[in-house]
């Protein structure tokens, strides 16, 4: 199946079941990687996803995905360095630290890191130190927020580690 196919016909599947399990879905991707074909569902929430979102989204996507050729599928969470795609994206994260990642050098640098000022017109903006950037939309490979892990980040996992808020002790 081609990535058109997979935009035309999976997505508004996989979508609308997002929808009715009131998550959002972030992408579609059918990835190779060695002689597998890894069929990929990102998910979201506000609060963040949870094993068993994924797990409940998984059976119910796999009889509208049928159709795809595809080895593993996987449902999963996009991450906390979730890749900004969406208009909506950029502007949550306006004033974050972000990396920008370019298909071709500029300046013989292909990798930019600054405080997102957003995205205007086709045009992302960041302010690197002094200088403010902007990239065409379509020149940019990946834009993705900065994650910087403090000591209190890492206390607050140990917490986590002991008892989730569930009340359970993670395994």
Known sequence: MAQSDLTRVV???CRKLADQQQVELVDVELAREGASRYLRIYIDKPDGITLSDCE??????MPLVERVDYDFLEVCSPGIDRPLKKQKDYDAHVGDLVEVHLYRA?????RFEGEL???VEGQVKIMAGETEMSFALKDISLCKPVVIITE???AEGEELIDGDEEGEASR
């Open 152 to 154: 209190e980040d890492l």
């Open 106 to 110: 500029v300046d013989k640098c292909r």
């Open 117 to 119: 000022l957003g995205l």
């Open 11 to 13: 997505e508004p599947a």
């Open 56 to 61: 409940t989204y998984h059976r119910a996507v």
